[in-house]
């Protein structure tokens, strides 16, 4: 049975321990790195660096900036022991390549196993997207304040 991109329980990919609202990256690569470092604190990938190079490799294909100060940089990878998301929020918005040009203060990263079907992967994507093309949400990204507002806001329908 295929699983409907409403379906997808956005809760059993994040929780609180997987959000940062006040990154202190000023770089892009920092960012990443500061995320990937949240995903091996909860177990979520067991090698960093291999994770990095896989995201990395995956920023060269194309921008992963969507515009209204949102990327989302991802990776499958064979360093990935639970599919999750880890989500930041910088203090000021950093360099980003992006699609309206502009920098980026969002950043939702998916790290995805790499044995997970590209169906979870894109149905994923597809969810946040759906999200994302609500202007109301990116807005209400830059002003939550607390890590519960923003699974709230990911879980809405």
Known sequence: MQMSVDEL?????????????????????????????LLYLNHCINDEKDFLEDVLNREKEGITGLGEGV???????????????????TQKPIEWE??????????????????????????????????????????KFQTVRTKQELIDLLSKK
């Open 98 to 139: 992006s699609l309206d040009g502009k920098p980026i203060s969002t950043i939702i990263l998916f790290a995805v196993k790499n044995t997970d079907s590209n169906v979870l992967h894109i149905k994923l994507l597809q969810r946040v997207a759906i999200l994302l093309a609500d202007d109301d949400v990116i807005a």
């Open 9 to 37: 329980d956005i809760k059993k990919v994040i929780n609180e321990d997987l959000i940062d609202l006040n990154l202190e990256a000023a770089t892009k690569l920092e960012a990443i790195e500061q995320l990937i470092h």
């Open 71 to 89: 990327a989302i940089p991802h990776g499958k990878s064979e360093s990935v022991i639970r599919t999750s998301l880890a989500i930041g929020r």
